[in-house]
C-alpha cells in the first residue's frame, strides 16, 4: 500500500520555526521528486518547494525563498520542509505529493500537517 505520512505541523509563534516531515511507504522512494504544497482556508493550493530525486535540485516559492528548505534522506524514505522566520500568511494545511521522474501530475499525495502561526 502507498502511503504519504506528513508530520511536524503544529502552532507557532510568528518568527518561529517547524520542521515537517514527510514519510514515504510502498513505493521506490528514491525514483521520485519530491513537492511541497500549502492550502489555506478559501485559497487554492500552492507550490512551496520541489526536490528532485536524488536530492540535489532544488527551487522555491518566491513568499518562501530564504526561509524554507527542502531536503530528502532517501535512505529513510522520507523528505523534509524546515521552515523558518514563519510568519501568519504561512498558515495553512501543508501537503507532500510525489512525481515520478519523466512524469507531469503528481502520483501520490499525503493527507496533509496544519501549520499555524500565530501569536
Known amino acids: 500500500e502507498v502511503q504519504l505520512v506528513e508530520s511536524g505541523g503544529g502552532l507557532v509563534q510568528p518568527g518561529g520555526s517547524l520542521r515537517l516531515s514527510c514519510s514515504a511507504s510502498?513505493?521506490?522512494?528514491?525514483?521520485?521528486?519530491m513537492t511541497w504544497v500549502r492550502q489555506a482556508p478559501g485559497e487554492r493550493r500552492a507550490w512551496v518547494a520541489r526536490?528532485?530525486?536524488?536530492?540535489?535540485?532544488?527551487n522555491y516559492a518566491d513568499s518562501v525563498k530564504g526561509r524554507f528548505a527542502i531536503s530528502r534522506d532517501n535512505a529513510k524514505n522520507t523528505a523534509y520542509l524546515q521552515m523558518n522566520s514563519l510568519k501568519p500568511e504561512d498558515t495553512a494545511v501543508y501537503l507532500c505529493?510525489?512525481?515520478?521522474?519523466?512524469?507531469?501530475?503528481?502520483?501520490?499525495w499525503g493527507q496533509g500537517t496544519q501549520v499555524t502561526v500565530s501569536s
Open positions: 505529493a510525489a512525481r515520478l521522474v519523466g512524469e507531469i501530475q503528481f502520483n501520490y
Open positions: 510502498g513505493f521506490t522512494f528514491s525514483n521520485y521528486a
Open positions: 526536490i528532485n530525486n536524488g536530492g540535489s535540485n532544488t
